[in-house]
């Protein structure tokens, strides 16, 4: 044995490892309390196999019946647009509310012409806000 | 079968007297272990009180292809480990967790002990592996199954420990020992 090795083990038997006689106690007291898990408990706590078979098929077989259903009802027609009143959430006090039937925009055209879109929008009603008020925004 | 062996088939059969005695050589080796990795003795003895009741508790899942002092050193760091982060949670930024947990169980003409320098200069893992091999006499495959680590770390680990504690024990000219090795 080199000389760190005995170093250590010789400064390791220098710690103080008694275990006190009320620990002791204190231990096999609490041993006697318990019961070891047997193989059987544990066993039973486990699923059986079959358990993980059925689950497999069980969730094998609902995603084929929704990829079915889906497929049955895909249809190439587009869906009709929903129609949303706009008009109904806004405040009854004060502004008018135009009762604006509106269909919702489908985006066939590329986000660079919708923003170009929306500016000009945007200019325009401030065009008009600045007529009617008659200041400099 | 070896008398280990047949006394590990009657604790798992109930029997707390065969079980006491299963572990009876290993308990102060494992006392010893655990006041290096608690915060304090209290600490320890909870530990080793943890550690003892699992073992008896789950000695069902022991793998006799395994030596029983591997699997108790298994539980022996959870344990421990468990017990400093329940310490840490419990005390937050009042909890020391630099102390030196073997100031207390050495005695003031003892200080010097060289284990005092791997707490302070190798990382737990680290001083887990020189003390499973240096103390224990564990193999490789023992403590990096122990540790949960490859065998080729146990061994670079193995080694920069010892070449570190090697440094510490020749080093006289004051060593600032701030390095944490591993």
């Given at each position: 044995?080199?000389?760190?090795?005995?170093?250590?083990?010789?400064?390791?038997?220098?710690?103080?490892?008694?275990?006190?006689?009320?620990?002791?106690?204190?231990?096999?007291?609490?041993?006697?309390?318990?019961?070891?898990?047997?193989?059987?408990?544990?066993?039973?706590?486990?699923?059986?196999?079959?358990?993980?078979?059925?689950?497999?098929?069980?969730?094998?077989?609902?995603?084929?019946?929704?990829?079915?259903?889906l497929n049955m009802t895909d249809s190439n027609e587009p869906e009709p647009m929903p129609r949303t009143v706009v008009g109904?959430?806004?405040?009854?006090?004060?502004?008018?509310?135009?009762?604006?039937?509106?269909?919702?925009?489908?985006?066939?055209?590329?986000?660079?012409?919708?923003?170009?879109?929306?500016?000009?929008?945007?200019?325009?009603?401030?065009?008009?806000?600045?007529?009617?008020?008659?200041?400099?925004? | 079968?070896?008398?280990?062996?047949?006394?590990?088939?009657?604790?798992?059969?109930?029997?707390?007297?065969?079980?006491t005695e299963l572990v009876h050589g290993y308990r102060e080796g494992l006392f010893r272990f655990l006041q290096t990795r608690?915060?304090?003795?209290?600490?320890?003895?909870?530990?080793?009180?943890?550690?003892?009741?699992?073992?008896?508790?789950?000695?069902?899942?022991?793998d006799p292809r395994w030596r029983f002092s591997t699997w108790l050193y298994r539980i022996a760091i959870r344990n421990a480990?468990?017990?400093?982060?329940?310490?840490?949670?419990?005390?937050?930024?009042?909890?020391?967790?630099?102390?030196?947990?073997?100031?207390?169980?050495?005695?003031?003409?003892?200080?010097?002990?060289?284990?005092?320098?791997?707490?302070?200069?190798?990382?737990?893992?680290?001083?887990?592996?020189?003390?499973?091999?240096?103390?224990?006499?564990?193999?490789?495959?023992?403590?990096?199954?122990?540790?949960?680590?490859?065998?080729?770390?146990?061994?670079?680990?193995?080694?920069?420990?010892?070449?570190?504690?090697?440094?510490?024990?020749?080093?006289?000219?004051?060593?600032?020992?701030?390095?944490?090795?591993?």
């Open positions: 044995m080199d000389k760190l090795a005995s170093k250590l083990r010789e400064d390791a038997n220098r710690i103080d490892a008694q275990v006190s006689a009320q620990l002791d106690n204190r231990i096999r007291a609490s041993l006697n309390a318990i019961e070891p898990e047997s193989a059987l408990q544990r066993k039973a706590a486990r699923r059986p196999v079959s358990f993980w078979l059925a689950s497999s098929l069980t969730g094998i077989t609902a995603a084929l019946a929704i990829i079915a259903v109904n959430t806004a405040p009854a006090v004060g502004i008018p509310v135009l009762d604006l039937d509106i269909e919702a925009a489908t985006l066939t055209s590329p986000l660079a012409r919708e923003l170009e879109d929306l500016q000009a929008d945007l200019k325009k009603a401030e065009e008009l806000v600045r007529g009617d008020v008659r200041i400099d925004l | 079968m070896s008398d280990e062996l047949k006394l590990v088939e009657a604790a798992k059969r109930g029997s707390v007297d065969a079980f608690c915060t304090n003795h209290a600490d320890a003895e909870d530990a080793l009180q943890d550690t003892l009741i699992n073992a008896y508790r789950y000695i069902g899942s022991y480990g468990r017990l400093r982060a329940e310490n840490l949670a419990e005390l937050g930024e009042h909890a020391d967790d630099s102390a030196d947990p073997l100031a207390h169980c050495l005695a003031e003409s003892e200080r010097d002990n060289l284990w005092r320098s791997a707490k302070r200069i190798l990382s737990d893992e680290v001083f887990t592996a020189m003390w499973l091999r240096y103390v224990e006499d564990m193999s490789v495959r023992d403590i990096a199954s122990v540790l949960e680590r490859s065998a080729s770390w146990t061994k670079v680990n193995l080694l920069r420990g010892r070449r570190a504690l090697e440094a510490e024990m020749n080093d006289t000219a004051g060593t600032t020992g701030s390095e944490a090795y591993g």
